[in-house]
């Protein structure tokens, strides 16, 4: 798998490479690969639906594109270092570091591109209708999939369909045409009746799919409708048609025509050990290279790690979203239960060296915080579940699969969308408890799903998949976008903006620490911990223009009609 799609690709760069939309329509084709010279048969339209899949590993190799899901209540980032645009969009400010907004951009409209060229030339080559079904899939899937991500950051867009040059002149697109080229997409890409499983590489890995399936078509529709049904379109006629959608897949998963269920232990959902499981239906796979990085790579294994722990601290937890996460598995398999020292004693992230209350200096962890480990690696052997207990891999390129939906986050569409659809709650409630009886050891959280009327089990759906993805900034619906579609970011906004007087930690806790001279101490906190979120939000609330994200300046300089 991971030779041929390197192959693939690097034969194809010279077609595929392109820096930005704008650019690519104004570049002078001589001396490159064109379509009508490329497109002729099997092989090279492999090596076109490979490097479509090198621009999708391109999409989240790194961190940048994730930035604009910081402003979800999840995720902050660490105050300093090189995080300006990480704590702008987490501050709801207009960033004088623009990468985030640059790079999510630009990767998903390079995906356009080559998807594009599929789409117009693929057709025109000698092979059979299966294979072309295969290719034009995936094609119209990626294209659906990037329009998808951008309308919810950005609003009204440039569409390009076609690759055509435009002069940097493309209109606009409202936000409900986008829409409905997105549906138009993925209902071409259901028709392509691609594979529900596929069996060789580079399509397959260790028996589970990496291309685009029939199965993971119908769950991004369930996504796009329940999106079209919350802000800014509020059609809420289009819930019944994600859970429509959500019910095909779940119905397959019971008649054993798709192969994916939950697994039986939350801790193995980030496990690196446990790269390839059948929970995903759609996932980024990334073929590690050597002698350093590349889009080839994923380079989040740091991401999650406090930064006064030799981490990056990229993505790192609000304390409210902590404090209001539920316990159990899942709370403990999301978060370090405890933080690790340099001299290996596990503190709690709250414990100061001197047990007294913490004064900004006293800290035994500076970033005074929990700590996600979704992306966290131990050190050594690497065949198990994430343990907080051990060393951590310092390293920061892997091949660790990124798991852009779940099945578990399908059942919560459904549950959520019938709910609101205000259809029949028998299934939906059973597909709420099935994800509560892995997530809570407290088994009433799953017997009072029985007692739910429709307004509460879609809210409680609603929470309960903000949990399953929360601190995840690569799934295809995060925390943020749970929260846009809702319209309640400006929610996040009065909080942090606010008195912030949670009590985080109560008076009278036993605390393990540890002092300045290395050894383990346990203490009883001394007064109740209230503490802000260390960056603070003074910008002012400007609706729509706070909600959605600016358009990239750069781009902005090259077509005027990219104005909000």
Known sequence: ??????????MAASMFMFSSCSDFLTEDPKGKLTPDNFYTNQNEIDMAVNALYFKVQSYQCNSNPMILHCQGDDVTSTTGSNKAAYLSADAYESPTDTKGLEDGWRRM???ILVANDIISNAPKADLSQENLNLAMGQAYYWRAYSYFTLVRLFGPLPMNLNNEPDNNSTPLTSVEDVYKQILEDLDNAEKCNLPAKYDKSPQAIEGQNLYVSQQTVKATLAAVYMSMAGYPLNKTEYYAEAAKKAKEVIDGVKNGT?????L???????SYGNNHHFETLLGIDYNTTTGGWSDFDS????????SSLQGWGDFIPERKFWLNYPDGPRKDAVFAKQLRTSQGVLVDWWATQDGEPYNGENAVVSDYRPMFVAFTVNDGPAAAPYDYTQPFWGGMCINKRHQLIRYSEVLLWYAESAARANLDLTEAKNALKQVRQR????QTKVSEVDNMNADQLAEAAYLEHGYEVGGYVIAMVTRRSDEFRMNRLKENYDYRTGDQNLVLIPKGTETHSMGKDGKAFTYTLKEDLILKENMSVTASWNNEKSIYHNYPPKEVEKNPNLQR
Do not use: P, R
Not at 264 to 270: I, L, Q, S, T
């Open 1 to 10: 798998m991971k030779n041929k799609i390197l192959s693939g690709c690097l």
């Open 264 to 270: 039986e232990k939350w801790e193995d959902v980030y």
């Open 439 to 442: 997530a809570y050891t407290d």
């Open 299 to 306: 380079q989040f294994s740091s991401c999650h790690q406090l």
């Open 258 to 262: 798709y192969n994916h269920g939950l």
């Open 109 to 111: 409209y390079q995906i």
